[in-house]
Structure formats: structure tokens, C-alpha cells
């Protein structure tokens, strides 16, 4: 029997699995780089209007950071703006649609036991990794070649179109590609999309880093490759061999690892613990913490050192920002304080956006705990479900509190260190909790739909999608104002650039209160495991 025997089988299955996630995930991505740029296509009809938004963006560091290098922006197109406004979040986005489809079909079928089920039949060792790399691989091409198709009907140059799509698929297999060799080395699918998302963030922070400073490090970012296809720009079509090379590499790496260990384990092997138990750890309450510690530490840490990276740029932006009246008026219209105020709010919505992802993430580990079978245990002994599930909201809700308080503490160390202000850290920490409710509305959406629609509850990340896409991409969509405010984060007050308005936060807060009660009474009254 050869190592690759069942494979096909398994492609079949993987689809058949993912009939609905991937397809959404496709249609998603397409969508939100289709109507971008339909939106630019519409907003900048004259060359008058190319060159005013070329002015604002070039050499601008705070656009840098958020949208790209720029490439083609000398001689604006159409195309190239619609690469700086839209080729970042379509890379993120496949790159996410990859980590978690990987994690899926490998290291979450080792950890409940499907795997074995299926090696006990007629597959090869390497079939279901294999699988998985053709079934992402498909999935990235097909992102990639209908981007391309809807830019070329909107009437974007054909071999610009192509670049794109092939630089988004190209990014996205990079990123799968690590997320394979993650669960070769972890023993958890946790771990494995850990290690995933914490690529693709030190991959933003580099490439960010480099484009603002110049130098080689956006040369060690698969976002910075993407753009450096630069579509529209003059295609430089071997970035993209770049990119298909490393991700080979990764794959063949996932293989080799796949040899050297045995069907449920890890490379890193989890060491026992001892043989009693601390006492922290005989509570509902000590046994969440220790069930997401790593997560937190992770999240708590990104979130810090992204937040410090917009504090460092903010000195950058204020220089720049006096140099460009187009680029101070522009800041101008985001509220009443100055323009390096707005850009500091508009920089911690960013990170607030990002640490909703670890809200909604630790609520739902109320869901895997059910569905693994690990919460009947305790259920069934003399743990009420009120108290199991208080005790992972807890975790979520102070979660939430120390990554929001991560991303403004950085930013404030950040800017306090090149400024030599020290007063910043408390000023931009305040700024990033005010956005604590919006995050903590998303996270009590999820509590919902786990205690009354069980089955639903990844929802839950249908609701920062729709969050990210107001916050970043509202004002280029243009979109209606009732759309808008479906977005928690549209009834945060912009600080430090606007005043404090705690009302909004009040009926923010209230929202997330009556959504958690809801969840809460409908996990009391339901089945467990549904």
C-alpha cells in the first residue's frame, strides 16, 4: 500500500465535509475585493481624483501600516488603488481561510480520534495531509480566479486581474503551508491555528515594518511578497514562484515531520503534570484559565507589540501628516481632535477589531469542550452547568479586557518612548477600553447562539466579519448608516479624537448584557452536547 493510497477518497470527503464553509469563505472573499473595487472604480473617474489620493497616501507611514507600499501610486491607476486599498485584507483573509482548514482536516481529526478510525481502513500514512493540501490548494485557486474574473468585468487591465488573484491564492498557500507543519509539531488544533494566526500576524508586523522603514524585512513576509507581484504596477510575475517554492517547501516539511511521529502526538510532546493537582486548579474557574492561558498569553502578547508598532509610527505620521494638507484634512473629518488623534483612534479600532477574534475564540471553547465529550464529566459529577459556563465566560470577559488593555498600553509605550511623554500609556489605554463593550457585544452574540442554537454558534464569526468590514472598509464602500450601526464598533466614541460619550457605551454594554443572559438561560435549559 503506497503512502498517498485513499487520497482521491479523501479529497471527495474533505469537500463533501466543507460544502458549505468553504464555499462561504470563497464567495466571502470574492465579494469584499469584488465590491472594493467597484467601489474605487466608481469614487476616483478622473485623473484630477488619481492624483489627490495618490498625494494622500504616498510616504504617508499611518497608510503604510493599513493598506500597503503603494506600488503604481507614482503614475496612479485605478488598479493601483484597489492593491493598496483591498490586497492586505484579501491576503489575511484567505490566509485565515486556509489556517483553519488545514487545522480541520489534520490535527482536529487526530485529536478526536477520527484519524485512527480512518488509518484503520485502506489509506496511506500521507493521504489525509495530502488531501487537505489539494483541497486548500483548490480553494486558493478558486479565490484567486474569481477576483480575478470580477476585477476584469469591472474593466480592470486583464494581466493586473491575474497578478492579484494569483497573489492572493499564492499568499494563502504560504500560510496553509506553515499551519500544516504547525500540526505536525503541536498536539492540539488550537495550537496548530495558534501558530497559523501568529504567522500571519508577525507577516503584517513585517511587512508593515518594512515598508514604513525600507529595508529587506518585507522580503520575509508573504504579504509583502503579494504586494510585491505589484499588480497593476509593472507585474513582477517570479514573486509569485517565490511564494509557490516556500510553500512546497512547508508542505514537504509537514511531510517528513508526518514519518517521525506517532498518530495523535506531537513533535512537542505535552509533558505530564504532577501527580496532585494545584489547588487552583480543583475549580471550574482554575481548570478555564488553564484551558486558555496559552491562548490569552498569545493574543495578550501580539496585541501588545502590534499596538506598540502604531505608537512608534504615530511620531512618523504626525511629521508626515504636517507635510500633506490633503492627507491633515483627510484625519481632519474623523473627529475634533488633532489629526494624529484620529489616527490613533482609527489605530486602536484596529486592535479592537483584532481582539474580538480571541472573544469570540474563547467562547467558543465552550462549544469544543461539549462537543469533545470533556464537559459531561464535570456536568454529570457536582459542577452545575451555570457555574461551568460562568467560568469560561469569565476567562472571555477578563480575556477581552487584558487584550484590548494590551494594544492601548503598547501603542502609549510606544508613542511615550519616542516622544518622551509618559502620560500617553494612560491616555491611549483609556482610548482602547472604550471600544471593551463593542468587543464584549460580539463575544455575548456567540454566548447566544452556543445556549440557544448550539449548532450555530460559529456564527459567533459572522459577526466580526461583518464588524472588520464597517470599521475598515465602511467609508470606501459607502455604506448606509443602518448598515453601519449593525456594528458594535460604530457606537464607540472615537478617542482621543472625539469626546467621551458614555450613553453609547451604556446601551453598548446593555446589548452585550441581554445577549449573555439569553445564552446563559439557554444553555440551563437545553441538552447538553445538541
Known amino acids: 500500500m503506497s503512502a498517498l493510497t485513499g487520497t482521491r477518497t479523501l479529497v471527495r470527503f474533505a469537500l463533501r465535509r466543507d460544502r458549505v464553509r468553504l464555499p462561504t469563505w470563497i464567495a466571502a472573499i470574492t465579494a469584499l475585493m469584488a465590491v472594493s473595487a467597484a467601489s474605487v472604480v466608481g469614487l476616483y473617474t478622473t485623473e484630477a481624483e488619481l492624483l489627490t489620493y495618490s498625494r494622500l497616501v504616498q510616504g504617508n507611514a499611518a497608510m503604510v501600516v493599513q493598506a500597503g507600499p503603494g506600488f503604481g501610486l507614482d503614475e496612479p491607476t485605478t488598479g493601483a488603488i484597489v492593491v493598496n486599498e483591498a490586497l492586505l485584507w484579501g491576503v489575511v483573509a484567505v490566509g485565515l481561510m486556509g489556517v483553519f482548514a488545514v487545522a480541520r482536516h489534520t490535527r482536529a481529526e487526530e485529536e478526536t480520534g477520527r484519524a485512527e478510525l480512518l488509518r484503520a481502513t485502506v489509506v496511506g500514512r500521507d493521504a489525509p495531509a495530502a488531501a487537505t493540501a489539494v483541497v486548500v490548494a483548490l480553494a ?17 487591465p486583464v494581466a493586473g486581474s491575474i497578478a492579484l488573484g494569483a497573489a492572493l491564492a499564492a499568499a494563502g498557500a504560504v500560510f496553509a503551508a506553515v499551519t500544516a507543519v504547525a500540526a505536525q509539531v503541536t498536539t492540539t488544533a488550537r495550537g496548530a491555528i495558534g501558530i497559523g494566526v501568529g504567522a500571519i500576524g508577525v507577516s503584517f508586523v513585517l511587512r508593515a515594518i518594512g515598508d514604513v522603514r525600507g529595508g529587506p524585512l518585507s522580503w520575509f513576509s508573504p504579504i509583502g511578497w503579494a504586494h510585491r507581484v505589484r499588480p497593476f504596477a509593472d507585474e513582477q510575475w517570479w514573486v509569485l514562484g517565490l511564494a509557490v517554492a516556500v510553500a512546497a517547501a512547508l508542505t514537504g516539511l509537514a511531510f517528513a515531520l508526518t514519518a517521525r511521529r506517532d498518530l495523535g502526538a506531537g513533535l512537542l510532546s505535552e509533558q505530564p503534570g504532577p501527580a496532585e493537582p494545584a489547588e487552583w486548579l480543583l475549580s471550574p474557574l482554575g481548570l478555564a484559565v488553564r484551558l486558555q492561558r496559552g491562548a490569552l498569553i498569545g493574543w495578550v502578547s501580539g496585541l501588545a507589540v502590534l499596538g506598540a508598532f502604531y505608537g512608534v509610527v504615530g511620531d512618523e505620521a504626525e511629521q508626515m501628516i504636517a507635510d500633506n494638507p490633503d492627507l491633515a484634512d483627510f484625519f481632519a473629518q474623523l473627529g475634533s481632535g488633532s489629526v494624529v488623534d484620529a489616527f490613533f483612534a482609527t489605530g486602536l479600532l484596529m486592535l479592537a477589531l483584532m481582539a474580538s477574534g480571541f472573544t469570540v475564540s474563547s467562547v467558543l471553547r465552550l462549544r469544543s469542550e461539549e462537543t469533545a465529550g470533556r464537559a459531561d464529566p464535570l456536568l454529570a459529577g457536582v459542577v452545575p452547568r451555570r457555574r461551568w459556563m460562568a467560568s469560561h465566560l469569565v476567562v472571555a470577559l477578563v480575556g477581552s479586557l487584558l487584550v484590548v488593555g494590551a494594544g492601548g498600553v503598547g501603542a502609549g509605550a510606544g508613542y511615550a518612548i519616542v516622544t518622551g511623554d509618559a502620560s500617553q500609556v494612560a491616555r491611549l489605554l483609556g482610548a482602547a477600553l472604550v471600544h471593551l463593550p463593542a468587543v464584549a457585544v460580539l463575544g455575548a452574540l456567540t454566548v447566544a447562539l452556543f445556549g440557544l442554537i448550539p449548532r450555530w454558534a460559529l456564527l459567533g464569526w459572522a459577526g466580526v466579519a461583518v464588524a472588520v468590514v464597517v470599521g475598515i472598509f465602511g467609508e470606501l464602500l459607502q455604506l448606509p448608516d443602518a448598515v453601519r450601526a449593525v456594528s458594535p464598533f460604530e457606537h464607540a ?12 457605551l451604556a446601551v453598548t454594554a446593555a446589548v452585550a448584557l441581554a445577549l449573555g443572559a439569553a445564552g446563559f438561560l439557554g444553555f440551563r435549559a437545553r441538552d447538553v452536547d445538541l
Open 493 to 504: 466614541p472615537a478617542l482621543p479624537a472625539a469626546e467621551l460619550d458614555l450613553m453609547p
Open 140 to 156: 486558493d485557486l478558486a479565490v484567486g480566479a474569481l477576483v480575478a474574473l470580477a476585477l476584469v468585468v469591472l474593466g480592470l
